[in-house]
Each structure stands twice: as C-alpha cells, then as structure tokens.
C-alpha cells in the first residue's frame, strides 16, 4: 500500500508543470514533513505515557522513593536495595506461585472452554448469531462490575452459589469460598475464567471461519470425521490463530488487577496476592514507591519474554 | 454464562437490606436501590462519563491522523512505531500508574478530569490506532489519488476524504475507547485521592470496601455503570465484532 502512495506523490510531482530538480526537492521535503506531522501526535503521547513510565519505573527502583520524597524531592539512590527487599521478602515467592498458578490457571479453563464453544457455535442453528453476541457480555462489562457480582454470589452466607448448593442438599453449611485461604485462588481463576472466555470464543471463532469447507469434504471423503476431523484438520489450521490467543492471554493475564483487588484484595492472608496487586499494595499502601517499582519491573521482565514470544508468532502468522 | 449478569439485575431488584435470603426471581421488584445508588453515585457516574467522552475525542483526535499515515505514507520509522504500539499494550498497567502518580504530583494532574482522560487514553489510543490502521491498509489509493488531481493538500485529503471513508473504523475505535476509559479502575484508583473527582469504577469498589450490608445498592450501581456495554452490544452489534476481531489479532 505504501509502495502505491509513493507512486502516486512522485505523478503528483511530475504534474506540476515544467518541474525542475529544486522544486522537485522542495516537494518532496514538504511531503515528509507533512507525513510526520500525522505521526508526530501519536508518537509523543506513546514516549509520555508508555516510555516515560518504563524508563522512570527503571530509575525509582533504584532511589528510596517514599512520601518524604514528595516533600523534600530527595530520593537517594540505594543501588539494589529495592530489589534486594523485594525479592528476599517471604512475599514475593507467594505473588510468584500465586501469579503462575493464577495465570495458568486462567488460560487453560479459558482456551479449552472457549475452544469448545467456538466449535459449537460453528454449526449452524437458529438464534446462534444473537446467542454468540450476548456470549460478550461478560467481556465487555467494567472488570470492577463483574467482580462486585461475583463477590455476591459467591458470599459465605446469603450468596447465590451456595444457597443454590444448600437447596440441592449437597452441602449443609456455607463454603467460604472467597474467605478461606485454601479457596480463594480457585474461586478467583474461576472468576477470571468466566471473564476471558469471550474473547477466546471470537477469536477462534473467527480462525474456524477461515478454515476453507473444502478441506472438511476431502478429510470425509478420505473418512475422517468428528473427532478425527478436528484432530487432521482444524488443529493443524487453526495453529497460527491459537499460538496468538495463548500468548496474548497470558500477557493479559500477569497484569490483572481490577478482579483480584474487587473480589479478595490479595487475601485473605496473602493467598490471592500476585505480583501485579503486591506492586500496587507497596506503591500506593505502604507508599514505597521504590520498592513498587522494582516489583512492577519483575512483572515487565516476565510479560517481555512472552511479548517476544507473541512477536515471533505474530510475524509467523502474518508471513504464512 | 449469563446468570451473574441476570443475578445482577435481580438483586438489584430486590428490597434494601435483604441479604440473609434473596429470591431467585425479583417478583415485587423494589427501586430503592436504584435511588440510593443515583443519590449517591449519581455524580461518580456523570464524572465518568465526562472522562470516557473526553477521552473519544483526545484518542481518535490523536490515533486517527497517526494511523493514516502509517496505512499511506512510507514513513521511515513506521515499523517501529507499530512495533512500539504492539509492545505498548503489553506494559502493565500498575507501571504506567507508579510513574504517572509522582509526576501528576509533580505537575498538580492528580484529581482532575484532564489528567484522567490523559491517562485512560492509553487503553484507547493504541487499539484505535492499529484498528484503523487495518481499515485504511484497505482504502483504494485512488481515491486520494483523485483528490490529489484536483489539487487538495493533505489535510484537506485527510478531513475530507480518508476521515468520511473511515467512518466505520472511526465508529468502531470510539466505542471501545469509550468502553475501556468507562470500565477503567486503575487509573481511578490510582491517579485520585479525594472524591472531588471520582469514576464510578472507584465508587463500586469503595461500596464493596466496607462491609456491605446493602446489595441491593451495589448492584444497582453495578447495573447503571453497565449500561454502555449493554447499549453497545444491542445498538452496535457490527462494531463489536469487528472491534473484537480486528483489535485483537492484527
């Protein structure tokens, strides 16, 4: 595309009448300026509002940044004492297990589901149109919202689930579900598992809709149908869409904030404490801003390497 | 699937102060919550909708001219531009906020609507920038060709050519900003610290912070903030799935 706009700025030169190589020039200077104005705008905010805050997560972590600093406007510099703190505390392997499991977690029970749903919503049936929209609804609800439902229905005492489960006898008093500290990282994967699955639903909707109906016909010709079919046809195909949709997810998922702050805030006792709340916790509850930022940093460290991954696979399944 | 979001609506249905026992279906619905919740978050909710707006017009503003130039021009540097916008949504978002919140100090940003909009534009922007990217790769050339033949500059082009044509795309990138900007809470939490500015999101989660005795208003906020999401999915239908499709992926 851009190839053709060059052709057509360099006709556009030419249809100036009787130009010389100088006003040629001129044009073509004039042209990238242009250019750059449309860029220009975007590209400042991306510097203030994504490298900015990288580049000053990466100073903070290394200077004692606390409230008297916003006093005084001293922060000294400590070295690696943040990181030091952070990393010894017997916290941090907690939000690291915590932050697996959650992410793991999530992404299985959200990829299998949504993959069983997408291949369900690919027969045709009435109503499966309006049944697939109202299937986002989960996705594009405030994060806040859904977990203030959940928190309900998942109340000890007079919450839905286990009024739901007492009516049917199969439990007599209430599960704690989001108060006790062996449960409460289930309940809030399973939270987060209803949340994500929209989006795995569409997108490999969508992966399923590019499979050509062809390949089916020839796979029952040669007698694989049903499961075999999905096994020799629609996995292979629908590799690309889905190493893009896993490596997305989990990027997404290391940085959830909103449920986990809504439905437990980290607890109770830690057990549903991540690294992306205990950053937040030691920035803006204990206002160690220094040690926030080291924490936050590790979280960086670990979505880069995913984001690598999903560069790589992305530019996979772009060339293919 | 949907039931937390029909039990939303029901209890919000349901008489104040019932919380040992909540019917399953709301047979004498009761507004009370409605009016407690609008009493009391009535202004939280206006405050968002003044930042979600805000931030429409600041991201398609700033996302719409950058993603015609990248879908047009061979700009040296538009690869790492894209490049920049990919990694950029994989940064998370607490450390976006632990910087900002030491320089909104600094700049006195903190607790005012611009220095949210600002900030929650950052959901938007990239989004909007590689969706419209996506729609102008698959604008005929000719068309600017044409305009250009007849002596229209660039700016004109763009106003009155690319921006028409991309009305979709435009439409599409709008609506998601405002859903991202209406559903942020990080921001919120994190870039506010008095109620003189305040988004809904925050004023769900300080309901829940307490100990909640009153459902019913809870949930009847939680059924108000949600209500562009409802909006969008009924009126926009077509929107919706090109936005999730299209942000997503490419």
Redesign the interface.
Known sequence: ??????R?SH??AE?IPGPTGARRLGYRRR?RV??????L???A??VL??????V??VL?SFQD?STS??YTGEAPWVGFANYASVLSSSLFSTSLINTALFTAGSIAGQFVLGLGLAVFFKQRFPLNGILR??????????????S??????LDK??G?LN?FLESLGLISTGIPWLTSTSLALAAVVGVNI?IG???NV??LY?GLQDIPDELYEAAALDGATGWRAFRHVTWPMLRP?VS??LV?GV?YT??V??II??LTNGGPANSTQTI?TQ??AL??QDFK?GE??AM??V??LI??V??VL??RV?RR?VDE | MLFPVYWMINASLQPNGATLQTSWLPLSPDFSGYATAIREQGRNLATSLVVALGSVLFSLAIAAPAAYALAYFKVRGAGVVLFAILISQMIPGIVVANALYTAYNDLGLLNSIPGLILADSSHGIPFAILIMRAFMNNMPASVIEAAKVDGAGHLRAFWSIVLPLSRNALITAGLFTFLFTWSDFLFALTLTTTDAVRPVTLGIFQYMGAYVNDWSSVMATAVLASIPAIILLIAAQKYVAAGTTGGAVK
């Open positions: 595309m851009s190839t053709t706009v060059e057509v006709r556009a249809a042209e242009y250019q750059w104005l449309f860029l705008p975007a590209a905010y991306l509002f994504f490298g900015y805050p990288v000053k997560n903070m940044y600093t916003f929209s109202l299937l986002l609804l989960p996705w594009l609800l405030p994060l806040i919202v859904s203030a439902v959940w928190r309900w229905i005492d007079s839905a009024n209803w699955i929209p989006f569409t997108v969508g869409v893009v949709v997305l990027v290391l940085k904030l909103d702050l809504g992306a950053s937040y920035s803006f801003f926030g930022a936050g940093n979280l960086v979505s880069l995913f984001a999903y560069l992305n399944a």
